[in-house]
């Protein structure tokens, strides 16, 4: 047997246990829990709108999480569901995509690798508030600006990273006016799937990529003002809006279709193809 015989067959091996059913369940579980911290920043935007205070992004909803009485048990199942995401998906940018034509199997990797090293983010940052290590995702995002900002080459690299998180907010929009994400509603045909989750679809993924749009041209602006500051996150991005004539009602929209689309997620969650 060749060597790229053993790497094929140990490749099968690997990609058969990501297919178990423990894993199918914990990465159905991961998905809840994204849905979940979806409908509490799109809640969280909504009171911003309404001049209340609040870190509408994905640690802020860790963080309401945490001060339940059963957030202990939220975060943990938090951490698991989200690191199990993340499993899943590089097992989608990789193994599942490796006989793929070589154009699908790149962009496989690319989209499905942003994916996995979100969740996995988001994991650990439900592990770190489990332990007791809590944290300000606007604060983080700016010091990971200043340390770029420092290299040799910070500028070109900023903007780099703000075009890349354009690309993903139009990607999303994109998706939400053409309705591709019915193809991962699949297992749900049959169900009356109807208007309703389409319309939640359309509406969630359209906000999702104005929010992270937002983002990716606040990342520009940091590195062609040379302005680290001026590189805030989502949480930032959303409280920038605030401060324009039609902020509160662009806050409300986007914050009322986060919620949308952290509707649409629970449905991906039990009936969307794994």
């Given at each position: 047997?060749?060597?790229?015989?053993?790497?094929?067959?140990?490749?099968?091996?690997?990609?058969?246990?990501?297919?178990?059913r423990?894993?199918?369940?914990?990465?159905r579980?991961?998905?809840?829990?994204?849905?979940?911290l979806?409908?509490?920043?799109?809640?969280?935007?909504?009171?911003?709108?309404f001049?209340?205070?609040?870190?509408?992004?994905a640690?802020?909803?860790?963080?309401r999480?945490?001060?339940?009485p059963?957030?202990?048990?939220?975060?943990?199942?938090?951490?698991?569901?989200?690191?199990?995401?993340?499993?899943?998906?590089s097992?989608?940018a990789?193994?599942r995509?490796?006989?793929?034509?070589t154009?699908?199997?790149?962009?496989?990797l690319?989209?499905?690798?942003?994916?996995?090293i979100?969740?996995?983010?988001?994991?650990?940052?439900?592990g770190?508030?489990?332990?007791?290590?809590?944290?300000d995702?606007s604060?983080?995002?700016?010091?990971f600006?200043?340390?770029?900002?420092?290299?040799?080459?910070?500028a070109?690299?900023?903007?780099?990273?703000?075009?890349?998180?354009?690309?993903?907010?139009i990607y999303?929009?994109?998706?939400?006016?053409r309705?591709?994400?019915?193809?991962?509603?699949?297992?749900?045909?049959g169900?009356?799937?109807?208007?309703?989750?389409?319309?939640?679809?359309?509406?969630?993924?359209?906000?999702?990529?104005?929010?992270?749009g937002?983002?990716g041209?606040?990342?520009?602006?940091?590195a062609?003002?040379?302005?680290?500051?001026?590189?805030?996150?989502?949480?930032?991005?959303?409280?920038?809006?605030?401060?324009?004539?039609?902020?509160?009602?662009?806050?409300?929209?986007?914050?009322?279709?986060?919620?949308?689309?952290?509707?649409?997620?629970?449905?991906?969650?039990?009936?969307?193809r794994?």
């Amino acid at each position: 047997m060749t060597d790229s015989e053993d790497t094929a067959k140990a490749a099968d091996v690997v990609e058969a246990i990501s297919n178990t059913r423990s894993l199918d369940i914990a990465a159905r579980v991961g998905f809840a829990v994204m849905a979940l911290l979806h409908i509490i920043v799109g809640a969280i935007a909504l009171t911003l709108a309404f001049g209340q205070p609040g870190e509408a992004d994905a640690t802020g909803a860790i963080e309401r999480l945490a001060d339940h009485p059963w957030g202990l048990v939220s975060l943990w199942t938090g951490f698991i569901g989200c690191l199990a995401l993340a499993v899943w998906q590089s097992s989608e940018a990789t193994l599942r995509a490796r006989r793929l034509p070589t154009k699908q199997r790149l962009s496989k990797l690319v989209s499905s690798g942003f994916l996995s090293i979100a969740y996995g983010s988001v994991g650990i940052t439900f592990g770190s508030f489990a332990v007791g290590i809590r944290s300000d995702s606007s604060e983080a995002t700016r010091d990971f600006s200043t340390s770029v900002m420092r290299t040799g080459f910070g500028a070109p690299v900023l903007i780099a990273v703000g075009m890349t998180v354009l690309g993903i907010g139009i990607y999303f929009m994109v998706k939400g006016v053409r309705m591709g994400f019915q193809e991962e509603l699949s297992h749900f045909e049959g169900r009356r799937r109807g208007r309703l989750i389409d319309g939640l679809g359309v509406a969630g993924h359209i906000a999702k990529g104005i929010a992270l749009g937002l983002v990716g041209i606040l990342f520009m602006v940091a590195a062609v003002k040379n302005n680290p500051a001026e590189s805030t996150g989502l949480d930032g991005s959303l409280k920038a809006l605030r401060d324009h004539d039609l902020g509160p009602y662009l806050l409300t929209a986007i914050g009322a279709g986060f919620i949308c689309y952290g509707v649409f997620a629970l449905i991906r969650s039990r009936y969307g193809r794994m």
